[in-house]
């Protein structure tokens, strides 16, 4: 079975390519299209992981999502895929559903697995409170993968580089600016987050998140009431109504585990909590729970994390 | 400005999430529906801020049964001008889009605005397929969104950052958090609400491009491991060891 990945390139490869890419090679033969000015040996990255042939057009970098949608479904007709693999992230938001309609073609958002036996795929629903199955009633599929879903599996292949003209019209949507958090790790692809809550006071407070993050390099993160009070930027907002993650390591300081944020966080694989309150909810919901003042928890923590690092 | 607001029904988020007819159906027992909180507190929100600045109408459609017209109604007791609802089971996100696109299609809307997805199926699936129907551009995960002239100007989520963008009129937006705020219908609102038209549009044949066959829970966490305040070593030695994590 032929299969098809967009991968966006115009920021870089990333570990949720490589987890694309690995999705992809457990269906079928993967081609990889992406588009924007990244090196080839980046690309040939991809193939280290399963693609076999990539296809990219270095000259769309602000491309907009019916240009998106145009590039990625002249690759779909050049390689015959029946299967096309997005990382579900804000681009693939932007640009799934209009080459659904394009292709008439099932779209399953926000995939957590391989298909199951019956062919049907487990997504996330009611904002991580359960899985539903999704079957996909026509012959060409798309796959939106949620990141953190597959183990990257480097197999030391390689992948021909070939340049492709996308042939995608006129832009309508104009970038004006990208503004992106300088060297910080994007918070929906990353192993290990630290999270607090209203229990830290004020923003003025943080510091002793970004130590531990620092530490740990992890990405930092919030509960609702912090990012409604702008202590905190919205994107670093998880829960229901924020982003969705799913994390190896979730470190909670402060929150008191709504159900709400649980939402967005019950995907993670382990989680800390630490709070003063020994009632605090979050803790039916933690592996590891900490009773104690965060003030004092944190900067610890950093410390033993510290020696801990020193020493491996 | 001629806007059209797509609403969904959600369960409240507060609702005990559990399934029936063997794990294929959500169970609906005791709970209670909301508009969809993206599509209520930032798309139709920001629609009636539009309105009252620059004049014009908003039009909120859904995809729907005859028991949904109580949702319906709070969005217009929040302001909408009128309701239409699409009469159908919303099978899908693509039958949902087409639904909506064929009513939208030579009514001349200038903007049609949702919630960046729904609180059920978290599909972000709907704005963009009705974006691709009607061959209008698409900005997804806006944060602010500003009209000048025929142009809209928008601040939207982009891989862990902001981007700016531009875009001309007609277009669709997905709206998240930070467009505007929760508005709670006063009684003038409410009672208004009660005589705005609401009118009920037969469906459209459209296929079902996918379909949900079950829903499973997550397995139950096991009991949390409680770790002394003054011992981090040991919290950073059981992660490392046991969770494996670091």
């Known amino acids: ?312 | 400005m001629k806007i059209l607001v797509g609403i969904s029904k959600s369960p409240d988020t507060t609702s005990k999430i559990a399934f029936t007819d063997n794990s294929t159906k959500f169970d609906e027992n005791g709970v209670q529906y909301i508009v969809n909180p993206y599509d209520e507190w930032y798309a139709l929100v920001r629609a009636l801020e539009l309105k009252e600045t620059l004049g014009g109408t908003v039009t909120i459609v859904t995809v729907g049964a005859a028991a949904d017209e109580a949702v319906i109604r709070k969005a217009l007791a929040i302001g909408a001008d009128e309701a239409v609802r699409i009469d159908a089971d919303p099978k899908d996100a693509y039958y949902t889009a087409v639904q909506i696109a064929e009513y939208a299609k030579e009514k001349g809307f200038d903007l049609i605005l949702t919630g960046k997805e729904t609180i059920n199926y978290n599909g972000s699936q709907v704005a963009g397929m009705i974006a691709e129907s009607l061959d209008m551009p698409f900005v997804s995960l806006a944060t602010k969104l500003d009209v000048n002239g025929s142009t809209l100007k928008l601040e939207k989520e982009y891989l862990g950052g902001i981007q700016e963008v531009e875009v001309g009129l007609p277009a669709v937006v997905s709206c998240a958090k930070g467009m505007a705020e929760q508005r709670i219908p006063n009684m003038r609102g409410i009672m208004a609400a009660r005589t705005k038209p609401l009118t009920v549009i037969p469906a459209a044949q459209v296929d079902e491009l996918i379909s949900f066959t079950g829903y499973t829970m997550p397995p139950a966490k096991s009991a949390v491991k409680m770790i002394s305040p003054d011992n981090m070593d040991e919290l950073v030695s059981l992660l490392h060891n046991e969770a494996k994590v670091i």
């Open chain 1, 1 to 312: 079975m032929s299969v098809l990945v967009y991968i966006n390139g115009v920021h870089g490869i990333g570990k949720n390519a490589f987890e694309a890419v690995t999705y992809g090679k457990k269906l079928g033969d993967v081609t990889v299209v992406t588009n924007g000015n990244v090196d080839d040996a980046a690309l040939a990255k991809l193939g280290e992981y399963g693609a076999s042939k990539i296809l990219v057009d270095k000259s769309l970098n602000n491309a907009d999502d019916q240009q998106l949608t145009k590039m990625i479904e002249n690759a779909a007709n050049q390689t015959g895929a029946s299967t096309i693999v997005f990382v579900h992230d804000h681009i693939a938001k932007n640009v799934a559903p209009r080459l659904s309609v394009r292709l008439k073609a099932g779209l399953v958002s926000g995939a957590i697995a391989l298909p199951d036996g019956d062919g049907t795929i487990k997504v996330n629903v009611f904002s991580g409170k359960a899985f539903g199955s999704v079957k996909v009633n026509t012959a060409k599929k798309i796959i939106s993968l949620l990141p953190n879903s597959i183990q990257p599996e480097n197999n030391g292949g390689s992948a021909a580089v070939e340049s492709f003209s996308a042939n995608a019209g006129d832009t309508k949507v104009k970038v004006l600016a990208t503004k992106q958090p300088e060297g910080d790790i994007p918070l929906p692809e990353a192993d290990l987050v630290v999270s607090a809550g209203r229990g830290l006071k004020g923003p003025e407070n943080w510091g002793i998140v970004e130590d531990l993050a620092k530490a740990l390099g992890a990405a930092t993160a919030c509960s609702r009431p912090v990012s409604d009070a702008d202590w905190r930027p919205h994107h670093e907002h998880v829960g229901q109504t924020g982003i969705a993650i799913r994390p190896n390591l979730y470190i909670a300081a402060g929150i008191s585990g709504a159900i709400q944020h649980l939402a967005g966080v019950n995907g993670s694989k382990t989680i800390v909590v630490i709070n003063t309150d020994p009632e605090a909810p979050f803790f039916k919901a933690a592996d590891y729970g900490v009773v104690g003042d965060a003030f004092e928890v944190l900067p610890r923590l950093t410390e033993a994390v510290k020696k801990f690092k020193a020493s491996h």
